[in-house]
């Protein structure tokens, strides 16, 4: 198995720009979370999914960020408009919910916003 | 509400010594206990987990860990580091019902040689 699977890897973008980070779940997986580290905050978790429903987004900073599950096997999440405090390591993880949460954790993209 | 304490923020030991980075859990029943690693520029990776049963589990890379109730510990060692070893460390916890896992702040490992 490939693993999970981030795109892109880097991106830099200008503030006011919309963003969009991608990933792939390990096949047979069907939770999804999307964790943000930065080296003030730390590893946070922002959101995550199971059977691609939304469990819990308490941790999404605002209005501007959003995720989404299209499939059972991707998950897309999206910056409108991007600010340079959102600037951070975005890192995505699947687990098999039966297997007692164990997550396996993309390599992530990283975000920086001028 | 459940957290995890890593009082050590950054550990720096020589080649070949031994190792042991603490963890420390809140939580009113045993939770599962995860411990991970990151090196610089990387996602993060499991070196082992607590589920259940046998308190000392043994994990990949020559880790273990111990998980003590009575300490609310999940302290992790190595009888000998490498200097491959250097990353960051994190401790992990999760109850039985949610997939959330909560995190520690995390020990960043030096390994001198």
């Known amino acids: 198995d490939a693993g999970v699977i981030q795109s892109p890897r880097h991106e830099v973008t200008e503030m006011g720009q919309e963003v969009t980070l991608r990933c792939k779940l390990i096949?047979?997986?069907?939770?999804l979370f999307w964790y943000r580290q930065t080296m003030m905050r730390g590893l946070e978790l922002l959101i995550y999914?199971?059977?691609?429903?939304?469990?819990?987004d308490s941790g999404m900073p605002e209005d501007r960020f959003s995720a989404k599950m299209p499939n059972a096997s991707f998950s897309t999440l999206k910056i409108q408009p991007s600010e340079p405090r959102d600037s951070a390591v975005y890192f995505c993880?699947?687990?098999?919910?039966?297997?007692?949460?164990?997550?396996?954790f993309g390599p992530g993209t990283r975000l920086t916003v001028l | 509400a459940q957290s995890v304490t890593q009082p050590d923020i950054h550990i720096t030991v020589s080649e070949g010594a031994s190792l042991e980075l603490r963890c420390n859990y809140s939580?009113?029943?045993?939770?599962?206990l995860f411990w991970y690693v990151q090196s610089p520029g990387q996602g993060l990776q499991l070196l082992l987990k607590?589920?259940?049963?046998?308190?000392l589990v043994q994990g990949i890379k020559g880790f273990e860990a111990e998980f003590k109730r009575s300490q609310s510990s999940f302290n992790l060692r190595k009888p000998s580091v490498h200097w491959s070893d250097a990353a960051e460390y994190f401790c992990?916890?999760?109850?039985?019902?949610?997939?959330?896992?909560?995190f520690g702040t995390g020990t960043r490992l030096q390994v001198t040689l």
């Open positions: 993880a699947s687990s098999y919910t039966g297997a007692y949460n164990e997550q396996f």
């Open positions: 096949s047979g997986h069907n939770s």
């Open positions: 999914f199971n059977n691609n429903v939304p469990i819990d």
């Open positions: 992990a916890m999760t109850t039985g019902t949610a997939s959330k896992l909560t």
């Open positions: 607590y589920f259940s049963g046998d308190t």
């Open positions: 939580y009113g029943a045993t939770p599962y």
